[in-house]
């Protein structure tokens, strides 16, 4: 069964198109990654699945209901964990899930049972007479998805919910996703990290400027751009290398630079690689590393939208 299709949408803001006729299907089961430079239109996607905006043209539709027609039902069958945290600092780690699984019309014995059960999926069962003012960035994370779970869901909406905190706990909230999933979730997955991306979801879309340009499987991705070579240079003096200096050179399809390193995307028909380390030598940058890499995730997003995912 189709979870999700969207068909043909559009959202403009100020005549520009955020949304830009994008049509997508994710079948029952899968993860999928939503990526996207910033800017994207990502987050407006995400924002009329969710209901939260309505789209100027095209349908979505929740397990075959449009979700303009059937508001109740879509909302009782997603849970959205949203980028910004959203619990209340003032009620303890149980009043906030009691709270939101509340909403869904849960009352007496299931109530406290859907309470404790999505407390204990999070790790925070032992915790559940805190206050979050007391949790760690982390444990608030986490949090958040007890309280976008604990009505069990069929579509769980997770808008980088890793963002800005500690390894470990990225690692339980990876990990959760996965038991979600085996648990008969089908799962929505924004991150800036592309490794969480390879780690855990079964289909990938890559969204620019409002458009879908490419979905499938993660190998699939790759083989899309099996012409493409990234040469990663690490030198001194970076701030001399232009970027559209080097999108000039014959060959050259994406570039992306950060403070210490240049990650140049080419044409495997073009052999520029000389010319690429000419440029550098005449900007004043010493080489101290260079390294051709063959395609990966990064490979197929920096090519595919001339950016690093995480910009």
């Given at each position: 069964?189709?979870?999700?299709?969207?068909?043909?949408?559009?959202?403009?803001?100020?005549?520009?198109?955020?949304?830009?006729?994008?049509?997508?299907?994710?079948?029952?089961?899968?993860?999928?990654?939503?990526?996207?430079?910033?800017?994207?239109?990502?987050?407006?996607?995400?924002?009329?699945?969710?209901?939260?905006?309505?789209?100027?043209?095209?349908?979505?539709?929740?397990?075959?209901?449009?979700?303009?027609?059937?508001?109740?039902?879509?909302?009782?069958?997603?849970?959205?964990?949203?980028?910004?945290?959203?619990?209340?600092?003032?009620?303890?780690?149980?009043?906030?899930?009691k709270f939101f699984a509340g909403l869904y019309g849960f009352r007496?014995?299931?109530?406290?049972?859907?309470?404790?059960?999505a407390l204990d999926f999070v790790g925070l069962l032992d915790k559940s007479?805190?206050?979050?003012?007391?949790?760690?960035?982390?444990?608030?994370?986490?949090?958040?998805?007890?309280?976008?779970?604990?009505?069990?869901?069929?579509?769980?909406?997770?808008?980088?919910?890793?963002?800005?905190?500690?390894?470990?706990?990225?690692?339980?909230?990876?990990?959760?996703?996965?038991?979600?999933?085996?648990?008969?979730?089908?799962?929505i997955y924004t991150s800036h990290y592309m490794e969480e991306i390879e780690a855990i979801c079964t289909k990938i879309g890559i969204i620019d400027h409002g458009k879908l340009i490419i979905e499938g499987t993660k190998e699939e991705l790759k083989n899309s751009i099996t012409n493409v070579n990234t040469t990663c240079i690490a030198c001194t003096s970076i701030e001399n290398i232009d970027e559209n200096e080097l999108k000039e050179l014959n060959g050259v399809i994406g570039v992306e630079i950060n403070e210490t390193s240049a990650y140049i995307s080419t044409s495997a028909d073009v052999n520029n690689l000389d010319k690429i380390i000419l440029y550098f030598t005449k900007k004043g940058a010493k080489i101290k590393n260079l390294e051709i890499k063959t395609p990966d995730l990064e490979t197929v997003f920096l090519t595919l939208t001339g950016r690093k995912l995480r910009d």
């Open positions: 069964m189709k979870i999700v299709k969207i068909k043909n949408l559009v959202k403009k803001f100020n005549d520009i198109a955020a949304v830009d006729n994008i049509s997508l299907e994710i079948e029952e089961g899968e993860v999928y990654g939503l990526l996207g430079p910033n800017g994207a239109g990502k987050s407006t996607t995400i924002n009329m699945l969710c209901g939260l905006i309505r789209a100027d043209a095209g349908d979505i539709s929740i397990m075959d209901k449009s979700i303009n027609k059937n508001k109740l039902f879509v909302k009782g069958n997603i849970g959205i964990v949203p980028q910004d945290i959203a619990i209340y600092e003032e009620l303890t780690a149980y009043d906030n899930v007496g014995k299931e109530l406290k049972e859907r309470v404790e059960e007479k805190n206050y979050p003012m007391e949790f760690s960035g982390g444990m608030k994370r986490r949090l958040n998805i007890a309280c976008a779970i604990a009505h069990k869901p069929k579509l769980i909406i997770m808008d980088e919910p890793t963002v800005g905190i500690d390894p470990q706990s990225r690692n339980h909230i990876l990990e959760s996703v996965k038991k979600l999933n085996k648990m008969g979730s089908t799962i």
